[in-house]
């Protein structure tokens, strides 16, 4: 016998032997072999974004189409272009207004408590909905017959860093109050006008709660208030001369004119002049007096 068939028995006898030890004695002790169950892979489920339709009706007249003004998240700009589909709803909508001077469209903003607010306006919702707006009044729909409201919406689900039409729309009629609360809002206003305070030589700023607030109430009665206007007029300090004063003062009133101009009030509704330091509030002889003099205060005409 060779040394190879010698190994090649050896082998053979070393699978038998192990086989037959396997059978007498695993089997024989009823021992099984388990598989490892297989798990199966957990994928995430990603929630369906929100859609909001373009919709309103009042009687008999109705429209209604899944798609709507959209918005980048933390924006109040509407993204353009439209589609056909709104475009013919806005001019559904101002035939229906204007055969019906007593009805009025109430727009709602969406917001989420997780956005950034850089507008002038108390919530992004409201800012939304002002953007819809002015949007509808440049297409010709009179601005005393939109009112504009915002509401927090947690549960909006965003497609790509937009949410989808976060606007609601409803057709109701004029309150009968509407004037009594207008002279009301005048008031609030007149008794307590919006004032800007600036930095030494600066013009700019940034808006706290109550003062977004009165922005909201300022376009407010100016979009229903037929030939409202409203002054901003910048004020100074009086360190340095009056001639450059008055031109600092003219800045932050253009500044003034520009923010809510930008934030839907029409500029032919505002006049921006300055007064730079001929009118403090308070004594120039401190510091404190000084920042309290250097302000942009916004009034109403009428």
């Not at 709507?68 to 229906?96: E, R």
């Amino acid at each position: 016998m060779t040394k190879t068939t010698t190994n090649l028995l050896l082998i053979l006898i070393t699978i038998l032997a192990g086989t037959y030890f396997y059978i007498t004695c695993c089997s024989s002790c009823g021992a099984t072999v388990k598989e490892e169950p297989v798990k199966e892979a957990v994928v995430p489920v990603t929630p369906e974004a929100t859609s909001y339709p373009f919709a309103f009706s009042d009687g008999e007249y109705a429209y209604n189409e899944n798609d709507n003004y959209n918005f980048n998240v933390s924006s109040s700009s509407i993204l353009m272009p439209l589609s056909q589909k709104v475009t013919d709803g806005i001019t559904s909508l101002k035939v229906f207004l204007a055969e019906n001077a007593g009805k009025a469209i109430n727009i709602t903003g969406y917001y989420k408590n997780d956005e950034t607010n850089d507008s002038a306006f108390p919530n992004l919702g409201l800012a939304r909905a002002n953007a819809v707006k002015n949007h509808l009044v440049e297409n010709g729909i009179s601005s005393t017959q939109i009112n504009t409201f915002g509401k927090l919406m947690g549960e909006m689900v965003v497609k790509d860093n937009v949410y989808l039409g976060p606007v609601e729309y409803n057709l109701a009629g004029e309150a009968a109050d509407a004037k009594d609360e207008l002279k009301a809002l005048y008031d609030k206003i007149t008794a307590n006008p919006l004032v800007l305070y600036f930095e030494t030589n600066q013009a700019s700023i940034n808006l706290s709660a109550e003062q977004r607030q009165k922005v909201a109430d300022i376009s407010r009665y100016l979009d229903k208030v037929e030939g409202a206007t409203c002054s901003v007029i910048g004020h100074t300090d009086n360190v340095g001369r009056r001639g450059p004063n008055i031109r600092l003062g003219q800045g932050r009133a253009d500044f003034g004119k520009a923010y809510l101009v930008k934030n839907g009030i029409a500029a032919a509704k505002i006049a921006a002049t300055s007064k730079g330091p001929d009118v403090p509030t308070e004594s120039n002889a401190t510091e404190a007096g000084r920042s309290k003099n250097r302000r942009t205060v916004v009034t109403l005409n009428k």
